[in-house]
C-alpha cells in the first residue's frame, strides 16, 4: 500500500521556523520526485518545492525561495522541508506527493503530475 505521511506541522510566530516531513512507503522511492504542496483556505493548492529523483534538481517558488529548503534523505525514505522566516502568509496544509514523471523546469509543476498524496498537515503562521 503506497502511504505519504506528512509530520511536523503546527503554530509558529511570525520570524519562526519549522520543519514538516514527508515518510514514504509501498513504492520505489528512489524512481518518485517528490514535492511539496499547500493549500490556504479559500485558494487553490500550489507548488511550493519539489525534488527531482533524475538528478536531484529542485523548483522553489518565487514566494518561499530563500526561506524554505526541501531535502531528501533516500536511505529513511523520507523528504524534509525546512521552513525558515515564516510569514502569516505561510499559512495553509501543506500536503507531501509523489510523481513518477515530473522533471525540473521553471515553472511551476502541475498537479496532475503527482500520482500519490499525503493527507497533509497543518502549519498556522501568528502575526
Known amino acids: 500500500e503506497v502511504q505519504l505521511v506528512e509530520s511536523g506541522g503546527g503554530s509558529v510566530q511570525a520570524g519562526g521556523s519549522l520543519r514538516v516531513s514527508c515518510a514514504a512507503s509501498g513504492f520505489t522511492f528512489d524512481d518518485y520526485s517528490i514535492g511539496w504542496f499547500r493549500q490556504a483556505p479559500g485558494k487553490e493548492r500550489e507548488a511550493v518545492s519539489c525534488?527531482?529523483?533524475?538528478?536531484?534538481?529542485?523548483y522553489y517558488a518565487d514566494s518561499v525561495k530563500g526561506r524554505f529548503t526541501i531535502s531528501s534523505d533516500n536511505a529513511k525514505n523520507t523528504v524534509n522541508l525546512q521552513m525558515n522566516s515564516l510569514q502569516p502568509e505561510d499559512t495553509a496544509v501543506y500536503y507531501c506527493a509523489a510523481s513518477v514523471g515530473w522533471r525540473y523546469t521553471r515553472e511551476p509543476p502541475f498537479l496532475y503530475e503527482f500520482d500519490y498524496w499525503g493527507q497533509g498537515t497543518q502549519v498556522t503562521v501568528s502575526s
Open positions: 525534488i527531482s529523483s533524475s538528478d536531484g534538481s529542485i
